[in-house]
């Protein structure tokens, strides 16, 4: 079965990136159990806690990656992502 590692870029106080876990969880949950869907997890990281990823993506939290690719930055669309995570193989 195939795998989805979602991975919500952030930092707390961000309403962005509230909205985005939102988005996120919300999609999963509809998913969840779906014939065709994968296997998903989400965890989530901080740019306050990781130097590297503040260099990266300060000025574009909230970002979400799936599998390691950037998906999407800004506002996540429940749609696109829902279409993405269908597509993981």
Known sequence: MATALLTLIGKPGCHLCD???EVVTGVVRTL????GAPEMAIEE????DDAALSDLYLEDIPVLMING?????WRIDPDRLRTALLAVK
């Open 19 to 21: 909205d985005a876990r």
């Open 32 to 35: 969840d159990g779906t014939p």
């Open 69 to 73: 690719t950037v998906h999407n930055y």
């Open 45 to 48: 990281r901080s740019i306050l």
